[in-house]
């Protein structure tokens, strides 16, 4: 069983959407994020995202570091939900409890026994992905 | 005079929290290693594991040394285990050749 142990200060997640909170519009949080309320709309987070148990991630985002989903991405149940989009340009790491109904865009992903992955997974391509040679 | 870094952290333990461990699910047994490079890549997890162990033995919260890296921790015991018996056995080795050499040395 692997442990992901979550240190606000050393991580830098300065920012909190607590429990039973819902927010909605166009945001930029600079620095991680712990959302354990929802969170709808479009945006950016200039840090980590932890998307706690029971709290949910609708809309498009941007996630400049790692992603760690033990919660929903989406807001269908089993459906794939077209309206999510999340791009993570670090490591997407999906827990036993985590779902992800939107369309998840990560450089890398960890999933764990358990996880559930509705909908679609592309991989972010990178500087330091590999060039592509011409054909001619 | 105001120190805004240690401002930041008190309201980041305040409000965000104190740091806290989940349970991310298992995960020995559903890695797929390529078998080309395998070898290699194992031996680079294996050094950043011991390395990760070091440090968790010197810090003065054991799980601050991995903040943000899902680690399992009977893999990390284990290596901390290892690291101790390596540790002790090298230092017996490094006192006993001290001594067979000042016996050496100044004996008669």
Known sequence: MDTLVIDPVKMNI???VAAETTLSGAFHFQGGLLLQ???????????????WHDAKLVGRFRVLGDLYLLGRLGDTA?????????????????????VSCGTLIAARLRMYDGAVLQGPFRTLRGEQSLPVLSPT | ????????????????????AVEMGPSDGIR????QGMRLHLLGGHAELLGEAARSLISPTSTAAWAGQPRSELSLARARRRLLAG???LFLVAWSAALWWLFRRFGT
């Open chain 1, 14 to 16: 300065v920012n909190r």
């Open chain 1, 37 to 51: 309320g929802s969170l709808n709309g479009e945006g950016e987070i200039a840090g980590r995202l932890v998307v």
């Open chain 1, 78 to 98: 089993d459906a794939i939900d077209e309206s999510t989009v999340i791009e993570c340009q670090g490591t997407a790491y999906v827990a036993s409890t985590g």
């Open chain 2, 1 to 20: 005079m105001l120190d805004a870094e240690a401002l930041d952290r008190y309201f980041t333990a305040q409000v965000v929290g104190v740091a806290i």
């Open chain 2, 32 to 35: 797929r290693e390529p078998a």
């Open chain 2, 87 to 89: 540790g002790s056995l």
